[in-house]
């Protein structure tokens, strides 16, 4: 009983030992109905980044996105759009919200 207090207490205190990040899910090649290709596990944001969902669809079907940290407030909310391409970004900041 007590490995189980103090392993948790100690869990807890390395989650909460950064006060000024947020855990981000972090995933190289997410695909539709198939979920997280290459997964990366998650990153943590300093102050001033963000999580962030880059999604990529062509033809008006979602054919894939990436998940992860932002280094800066620039790469968020973009959209870029081609003829045959769109590619837009969303950025939030709570903990596992680019899930």
Not at 27 to 33: A, E, G, Q, R
Not at 61 to 84: D, L, Q
Request: charged share 15%; hydrophobic share 30%; with cysteine.
């Amino acid at each position: 009983m007590r490995r189980i207090v103090f392993g948790s207490a100690f869990v807890l205190f390395c989650l909460l030992g950064d006060v000024g990040g947020v855990i981000c899910r972090s995933c190289n090649l997410s695909i539709p109905f198939h979920g997280c290709l290459l997964d990366f596990g998650t990153c943590k944001t300093k102050p001033g980044q963000y999580c962030i969902k880059e999604v990529n669809t062509k033809g008006g079907i979602h054919w894939f996105s990436v998940k992860g940290c932002t280094e800066s407030h620039e790469e968020c909310f973009k959209r870029i759009v081609t003829h045959y391409n769109t590619r837009s970004t969303h950025c939030c900041y709570l903990p596992l919200c680019n899930f």
